[in-house]
């Protein structure tokens, strides 16, 4: 049994292996960036759909609002020539229009929060999206220049001294030596 699971473990790690040379890693790597482009690519259209959901949402519930008052109006009127029987229905349709603008706020309420999961969703893809980028960037510096010593590999970094740091080293500086 012990035989088996080692005899297995060697084939598993020799399959493995060879997968590792076939694979090349800038291949994999463009793959992946070209499905995370995708990915991105369905995210930003999703949030744009929701986008264009929230305003039609925003409008209708102008429009209830818009219902509201007028059916206040109305109702005005209906007592002002004293008529209960169409002030009822008038009152009906009033209820029925606050339960729509309830209904319609929550909807909004719960549209904005997704929205808004999927504005951060969207932004930690592009981080890692662009990160990947830059990634596949460097190793085509690298593959494209194998000769260059491990100096040359390092990408160039904007290092900025301040003036504060300049004048704390002199000090630094200064004690040192005259600590000698």
Known sequence: MVLIKRVTRLFRADLHAVLDRVEEPDILLRQ???E????????????RRHEREHEQLAKRESEFHQLHASLGEELDVCFAADKEDLARSLIRRRLET???????ERRRETMASQRDQLARRL??????YESM???????????????TDSVDRWPSVDVRVRDEDVEVALLKERQRRAGR
Not at 36 to 47: P, S, T
């Open 32 to 34: 992946a960036i070209r």
């Open 36 to 47: 995370m482009e995708e990915d991105l690519a369905r995210d930003e259209q999703a949030y």
């Open 98 to 104: 606050e339960g729509s603008l309830q209904l319609l």
């Open 123 to 128: 932004a930690e893809k592009r981080t890692r």
């Open 133 to 147: 980028r830059q990634k596949a960037e460097l190793f085509d510096e690298r593959k494209g220049n194998p000769a």
